[in-house]
């Protein structure tokens, strides 16, 4: 799992979408098919996340269901297959300290190129 480092001016539309209260530097892109979600504290680290998808010309988060917010639930510890036209956006937090924001879309996306010849529009 190879993680590319980005830069804010690159996934500022995503995140104003996604963690508009983000103020760090770190960003990543992986490729992945699918997506395991922590949305818990866990041995001092805490993971978020939120999923963006693409229709057309318009980016709209999906809003997750009570059952998949809820660590209680098995629900929330499924993994899922990460949809051609999704960005997974996750904020990880590791014992206090701000990890960064990660991207992952499936390596087949319509939204991001493979080679990662990004363009001012990639979203």
Not at 29 to 54: A, C, H, I, M
Not at 93 to 105: A, D, E, K, P, S
Request: with cysteine; charged share 25%; net charge positive.
């Amino acid at each position: 799992m190879d993680r590319i480092k980005l830069t804010k001016d690159r996934v500022r539309p995503i995140l104003s979408l996604t963690f508009p209260e983000y103020k760090g530097r770190t960003f990543f892109l992986t490729y992945q098919e699918k997506y395991n979600p922590k949305n818990y504290w866990s041995g001092g680290t805490r993971y978020y996340f939120k999923v963006l998808e693409k229709n057309g010309d318009t980016l709209r988060l999906l809003e997750p269901t009570r059952a998949i917010t809820n660590p209680y639930n098995d629900t929330a510890h499924q993994e899922f297959k990460i949809q051609l036209n999704w960005v997974v956006v996750e904020h990880c937090i590791f014992c206090g300290h701000n990890m960064g924001i990660r991207l992952y879309v499936n390596p087949n996306n319509e939204l991001i190129p493979k080679k990662l010849e990004l363009k001012e529009d990639f979203v």
